[in-house]
T-cell receptor, first 113, second 113 residues
Framework: DGGITQSPKYLFRKEGQNVTLSCEQN?????MYWYRQDPGQGLRLIYY???????QKGDIAEGYSVSREKKESFPLTVTSAQKNPTAFYLC????????????FGPGTRLTVT | QKEVEQNSGPLSVPEGAIASLNCTYS??????FFWYRQYSGKSPELIMS????GDKEDGRFTAQLNKASQYVSLLIRDSQPSDSATYLC?????????????FGRGTQLTVWP
């Protein structure tokens, strides 16, 4: 089955620890995205990548980092510099930079205490 | 200025009625418009895309686009309790080829039996 996988579904961390969220797709899509969703806030773009080895900051990139070494993978690291990391994190992909139809993975719910 | 705006609701309609969800956007050159459905605790699912003025129908769903008024709507005919979800409007803002969308905060729809 083609799709986007995110792991784990739930993640718990102590404050001050870095944590990496996984996102993998087997849709052969060029572009991948990371969003954060908080209650009542909608989706906010963290980082996006339109091609391997290239990525751009979104609207709320501070405290996050990404890499895009493979077409299929776009991991997100939430660093200790992110002041309010508890949120629902969503990874999405689209066919290429000219296709704006984005498809989402199931999400990772991160709780930092 | 918010790029994409939706009434947050909640919108409540009886089973069998037509649910009307509205979205306005700020950028006159926007060309691509999408509706996503998000069930509680789940990730968004793409249900409609529209690129030209007028109506686009897919089963019980109809998307309507009026670029002159910068307005896009989603009609759900014969609403069912299973349609109860948050509906997100997404718009590709701006004339550049950078492939990112802007999302509204969503409208929560409840269909009661």
């Amino acid at each position: 089955d083609g799709g986007i996988t995110q792991s784990p579904k739930y993640l718990f961390r102590k404050e001050g620890q870095n944590v990496t969220l996984s996102c993998e797709q087997n849709l052969n899509h060029d572009a991948m995205y990371w969003y954060r969703q908080d209650p009542g806030q909608g989706l906010r773009l963290i980082y996006y990548s339109q091609i391997v080895n290239d990525f751009q900051k979104g609207d709320i990139a501070e405290g996050y980092s990404v890499s895009r070494e493979k077409k299929e993978s776009f991991p997100l690291t939430v660093t200790s510099a992110q002041k309010n990391p508890t949120a629902f994190y969503l990874c999405a992909s689209s066919r290429d930079r000219d296709s704006y139809e984005q498809y989402f993975g199931p999400g990772t719910r991160l709780t930092v205490t | 200025q918010k790029e994409v705006e939706q009434n947050s609701g909640p919108l409540s309609v009886p089973e069998g009625a037509i649910a009307s969800l509205n979205c306005t956007y700020s950028d006159r050159v926007s060309q691509s418009f999408f509706w996503y459905r998000q069930y509680s605790g789940k990730s968004p699912e793409l249900i409609m895309s529209i690129y030209s003025n007028g109506d686009k129908e897919d089963g019980r769903f109809t998307a309507q686009l009026n670029k002159a008024s910068q307005y896009v709507s989603l009609l759900i005919r014969d609403s069912q309790p299973s349609d109860s979800a948050t509906y997100l409007c997404a718009v590709k803002i701006g004339g550049s080829t950078l492939g990112r969308l802007y999302f509204g905060r969503g409208t929560q729809l409840t269909v009661w039996p």
